[in-house]
């Protein structure tokens, strides 16, 4: 009978180790996808989100009609937004219109898509259902959101006059058009915020909420003093959304009525100024870097508040 002489531990060892490295060696085709794959990202971020705003930015310092070649740009410095805050009064409106918006978004439909999270978050009878209710306004574009709004506040045939009796023209009119947009908007925004704050309370602990129940807290103290801090990351990213939506806003006012007649907002005035008939480029360059200033001061405060939690 014989036996086989095992093979020397060293060998053995080298042909364990060599496995893994012909393995991880990548081929020339393979390096050509990962290259692919990194470069391809950076080009087209470069070429649809830095170059446009750089060049915003820049243009933002000239004075240009857009019409003919570059050479007609002329360099202004800062007159832009000298006359931005001096000469141009739709502005300041526009600012507190603005303003107005956010706050409605963050004190009353942000809130509301939360409640309606945690409220479907119980998995009730009919919860997809109302799920999918709340959420299809979110599908929907702006513009569609707008139109369809319009048939609620016609002032002649319109749902909510028939409802009330009266005859508003909720739309038409300058003292109450701008909560009608921002009802219109958050009534879109809501679902978003629910369907956010729906999936973030799919990944907290359950285990949390146990112990809580079986130390006597109620379903509200469990939800503040237990799952809403666990959530501080969403939390962070909806009041962020929230500040961005309430900057951003545009394309409800502008099917309204182009951000005319007590519907000025900073995006509109951005629009009427680059492709209306004033064709100002570089004065509505400057607005549209004012929007970019006031919306990086809130991305910055969440990178800084999500670094330090890391960092924590």
């Given at each position: 009978m014989t036996t086989s002489t095992p093979a020397p531990v060293g060998r053995a060892k080298r042909r364990r180790s060599a496995a893994p490295q012909s393995l991880g060696r990548l081929t020339g085709k393979d390096l050509a996808i990962v290259i692919?794959?990194?470069?391809?990202?950076?080009?087209?971020?470069?070429?649809?989100?830095?170059?446009?705003?750089?060049?915003?930015?820049?243009?933002?310092?000239?004075?240009?009609?857009?019409?003919?070649?570059?050479?007609?740009?002329?360099?202004?410095?800062?007159?832009?937004?000298?006359?931005?805050?001096?000469?141009?009064?739709?502005?300041?409106?526009?600012l507190t219109h603005n303003v107005i918006w956010l706050l409605a978004l963050f004190l009353v439909f942000t809130?509301?898509?939360?409640?309606?999270?945690?409220?479907?978050?119980?998995?009730?009878?009919?919860?997809?259902?109302?799920?999918?209710?709340?959420?299809?306004?979110?599908?929907?574009?702006?513009?569609?959101?707008?139109?369809?709004?319009?048939?609620m506040y016609s002032r002649d045939q319109g749902f909510l006059n028939a409802v009330l009796g009266t005859s508003i023209d909720w739309y038409g009119d300058p003292s109450i058009n701008l909560y009608a947009a921002?009802?219109?908007?958050?009534?879109?925004?809501?679902?978003?915020?629910?369907?956010?704050?729906?999936?973030?309370?799919?990944?907290?602990?359950?285990?949390?909420?146990?112990?809580a129940a079986l130390d006597g807290a109620s379903e509200v103290g469990t939800f503040f003093?237990?799952?809403?801090?666990?959530?501080?990351?969403?939390n962070i990213l909806l009041l962020v959304i929230t500040f961005i939506e309430g900057l951003r806003a545009f394309d409800i006012v502008w099917v309204i009525n182009k951000g005319r007649n007590g519907l000025e907002l900073i995006s509109?005035?951005?629009?009427?100024?680059?492709?209306?008939?004033?064709?100002?480029?570089?004065?509505?360059?400057?607005?549209?870097?004012?929007?970019?200033?006031i919306s990086s001061v809130f991305i910055i405060i969440q990178l800084r508040i999500m670094l330090k939690g890391e960092g924590a």
């Open positions: 692919a794959m990194s470069i391809l990202p950076v080009l087209v971020v470069g070429a649809f989100v830095w170059f446009p705003a750089i060049a915003t930015v820049i243009l933002s310092f000239t004075r240009w009609d857009g019409i003919g070649d570059l050479s007609r740009i002329e360099f202004v410095g800062l007159d832009n937004y000298r006359d931005i805050v001096t000469n141009y009064p739709p502005f300041w409106p526009a809130p509301l898509g939360m409640l309606l999270g945690v409220l479907l978050d119980k998995e009730l009878r009919g919860t997809k259902f109302y799920q999918s209710a709340l959420y299809l306004p979110v599908v929907l574009s702006g513009a569609l959101v707008g139109f369809i709004w319009q048939l921002i009802i219109a908007n958050g009534w879109r925004h809501t679902g978003y915020i629910m369907l956010l704050y729906l999936a973030g309370l799919k990944g907290v602990d359950m285990s949390l909420r146990e112990a003093r237990i799952v809403f801090p666990v959530m501080r990351d969403t509109t005035l951005v629009t009427q100024n680059v492709v209306g008939e004033a064709s100002r480029v570089g004065f509505g360059s400057a607005l549209a870097t004012v929007m970019l200033l």
